[in-house]
Structures are given as C-alpha cells and as structure tokens.
C-alpha cells in the first residue's frame, strides 16, 4: 500500500466533504448521496481510462490519451470498446471528467453534469444498477446539483468546485491496489455516514476485526484459493463489510455476492463497495427490500440457498407493522421457532434479529457455512424463541462454535455481542471462546470502543479453527453437555473450575480466620442497623 496515495485519495474525500459544507449541505440528508456518487463517478472515468490503455498500451504514452482515442478511426474506435471487460463502465468522450472540466465556463455547466449522470446511469443500467424487491431499478446517478438551493449560478459554482477536486488525483493506480487498501478508503469514505442516526433501521458499520474473524474462520487460510464457484448472502449487508472480507478471503473471482436490505443508502454504499473490490459482476444480485417480509432471492417459491452466509442484522426494531403478515403458513417452517410478539410497551425492542437468524437457517445450503453477529443474552436465554433455535442448532449438530466478543466492539451500541458460527457438516463437538477479556479500551468521539489487536485476533481465529482448549478461555464441548446445560452456548459454563491450594502456617491460618470473622461482624453490624431503619420507615408510614 501506498500511504501517499491513500492520503492523496482521502484528501480528496475531504475536499469533496468541504465544498458541501460550504454550499450549506454538511451534514444535510443529502450530503452523503452527492458525496459518494461524486466518487462513484470519479472511480468509473478512472476505470474506463485505466482499462482503455490496457486494451491499448499505445494509449498511455500520449499526452492526452482523450485526443488519441478519438484520432483512431471510428471502426478502431469501437474495437477497442469491444476489447473492455464485461464489468468496465461505457462511457462517451464527452462524458469523461477531463472534457467537462474544459467546459465548466459554459453557462448551465451544473445541468450539463447532471445530464451527463443521468446518460451514464441509462447506458449502464444492466450492469450498474441495483433493484428493489418489487423489481424497479435504482439507476447510479441522481441529479446531484438540484440538492443546492439557490439559483443556478449557484449550482454551477457548486459543479465547478467539485470538478476541481476531482481532476487533483488519479485513480488509474487504485485498480492496482489489494483488499486492505479498499477496506481502509471505503471506511473513511462513509465513517461520517454510517452511523446510528435514530432511524426505524439503524445502521451500524462492523467493525474490520469482527469482519476479519468471521471471514477467517468460515474460510481457513489453508483453504483459501480451493474453494470456488461459491454464493455468499448477507440478509442484512448493510455497507457490505462483511461480504466484501469473505470474498476477499475466497478470491473475488471465485464467489458471487447476493445481499438484501432496506435501507436505500445501504444499498448504494454497498453497490460502490463492489465496484471498488473487483465484484461488479455480484451488482445484479444486490436488492432494495424488506428480507423479513418480502425475501426477493427465491428459487421458485423455496428461498435461494447458499454456501456462505455472514450477518450483523439490526438486533432490536418496530416491526409491529407487519408483525402479523409474518404469522402465515408460508411463513411456518421459515420461522420455526416462532415470531416475537407485539409488547404493550416499547415496540422499539422487539428482537427482530431472531427473525434474521431463522431466515438465515432456511437460506443455508446442505454443506452450508455462516456466521452471524447476535446479543450475548442470545446464548444463554433461559426460555422462548432463543432456546428453540439453540435446541434446533445444537440437536440437527449445525452448531460449529461461539466466540463471545468484548465490550463495546461496537462503538455505536452498549450490547455485548457474540458471533454464532454455523456449519451444516460439523460432528465434531461446539467451539466456545470467551473473548470478553481482549482488547483495549479507546474513546470513539463520546463513545467508548475497544479495539482488538491483530495477534488477538488471530489468536482468536487459530483457537477456534485448532478446536484448542484454552484454560479461562476457550472449550470444546460434544452436543449432548450443551443439551445438558439447558442448551447454553457460554463457554463459562463449561470452564473446569480450579481449586488453588496454599501452604500455611496454623498461624497464619488463625489470622485469616480472626480476619473473615472482624469483616462479617461488620456486615452483620451494618446488617442490623439497616433492619432497624427499614422497621422505623415502615412504622411510620400511614393509609
């Protein structure tokens, strides 16, 4: 990786993020759209040119290799289009950001991007587009200067401004780059529009290290290059972080992303994250909708199932609204275990993520593999929904482990996780890792937030792929003791518990002995005390 390329390319994130501020749209509903097709749009010219000079090498050693494309004549011209990879953007000359550039004087120039967008998206539409679960298209590209209000000078300025940061960096060379590089600029790109806005969807950016995990453990580095020709599922994908490092870990050209969720900016971010991972051929299969109440990838009127399946659904919402749409026959072995009821009294907290976890049971192929993000309460719920789906895990032996994470993981939410690991093959015992005492402490603006180190996270991940037993933190168990156990997946309940021995004098035993008794005569003194309080209060109080 290079730093002063990638600083090059976050301080053109910057620069684009300044030009809404001082056009009145920081922080507006609207600043991330401008913000991210803007990139989107810069990272299409730049993939267009870096793959027009691969197809014709002759084309980079010019000055302006613009000029030189269109000195070609025309059948040469087209040719070389025809040479592109399926997934390159087609665009025209006048479309690329060097020929609006040189005609950003023009009066109208913000109409003329906007335009130019529009033409963009209709000409890539099959490829680019994303769908909602009633089958529309989301084209690419808004028409980003009607977010200025004010008068078209004003728009035109606006355009301007933006066009001046884009022509600073080229993103021919990004192309070049590895996962990490994307990880690390796709981050930066949306940190300020990710976040928990109070939404009925929240949603939360995972955390890299809770993506690594997952994606090493589902897919081993010994494995890695063998497994091919594979589907991977998110029903909640949110920005795409965990799809994105478990096809990494496959090999990008070995996998095809399918994905579901509701929120519309969710569906965008992770359209750009495809593009920037080398998995535009996975756009088609990424859908706008409801999961819950209208899954859109069916084979038939079955669910579509996968071989891979990663998750961090949104764990409590208000979905009283369809609640009992959901409550039908064709919905009965989907939702095995049942469907949480409407509370009199914060409808906010209904556990929707057990409707997530069974729906990603009935999507989960014979062989399948998935893990997913859950409250820690999930594992050790004494009763209810949460048990029946443990007892289902734990008795059809689909359960692979549980590794419970540290506090605050999630910046964004109090609640402790832990990440469930399924594995229709698995016969060989559950991995439990108790990982709540890694990591370190940090503030992340008002909130707090550990973070893992690598060699913690490895730690973590050879653990569990060793199936190692690790005194305090980790423990292999066979079915029939978490049975036993009431079905529990806490690896403290299954810790041996150890006796420590110490040779002392009968002096010094004495002496520990006169202590415990000094400090419970002070207890049972303060004991009494407040017995007699509690009488007096109680005396005195009158109908």
Known sequence: ?????????????????????????????????????????????????????????????????????????????????????????????????????????????????DDTLIAIAVANNEIFAVQTDDGE?????????????????????????????????????????????YAALFEYLIKDYNKDNGGKYAEYYTPHAVATIMADILVPQDQRGTVKNVTCYDPASGSGTLLMALAHAIGEDHCSIWSQDISQKSSSLLRLNLVLNKLVHSIPNITQGNTILHPVHKEGK????????????????????????????????????????????AKDKMAIYLLFIQHIIASLKPGGKAAVVVPTGFITAASGIELRIR??????????????????????????????????????????????ALGEKVKEGKNQKTLLSGAEEQRIVATFNAREAVEDFSVVVDHAAIAAKNYSLSAGQYFEVTIAYEDITPKQFAEKIKGFQSRLEKMFGESAKLESQIKKQLAGLHL
């Open 137 to 181: 298209k989301v084209p690419l590209f808004d028409r980003l200067s009607e977010y200025v209000t004010g008068s078209a000078d004003k728009r035109d300025g606006f355009v301007r401004a933006l066009f001046n940061k884009l022509v600073g960096v080229s993103f021919e060379r990004l192309f070049e780059q590895k996962y990490d590089f």
């Open 302 to 345: 079955a669910l579509r199932r996968f071989d891979y399946i990663v998750s961090n659904p949104p764990f409590k919402m208000d979905f009283s609204d369809f609640r009992d749409d959901l409550d039908s026959d064709a919905n009965a072995s989907r939702f095995f275990a049942g469907i949480p009821k409407v509370p009199a009294k």
């Open 391 to 436: 007892q289902k895990l734990v008795d059809e032996q689909m359960i692979a482990g549980v590794v419970s994470m540290p506090s605050n993981i999630f910046a964004t939410t109090g609640t402790n996780v832990s990440i469930l690991f399924l594995d229709t093959t698995n016969r060989d015992g559950v991995v439990l890792i108790d990982a709540s």
């Open 1 to 113: 990786m290079n730093p002063s390329y990638q600083q090059q390319t976050r301080d053109l994130i910057d620069g684009l993020k300044a030009v809404c501020a001082s056009n009145g749209l920081g922080n507006d509903g609207n600043e991330y759209k401008i913000i991210v097709q803007t990139f989107l749009y810069k990272l299409l010219c730049d993939k267009f040119a870096y793959e027009m000079k691969r197809a014709c090498p002759a084309l980079a050693g010019v000055d302006d290799w613009i000029v030189g494309w269109q000195a070609l004549p025309e059948e040469a011209q087209q040719d070389l289009q025809d040479m592109l990879p399926a997934e390159t953007p087609r665009l025209t000359a006048d479309q690329l950001i060097p020929s609006l550039f040189n005609r950003q004087s023009e009066p109208g120039f913000a109409r003329l991007w």
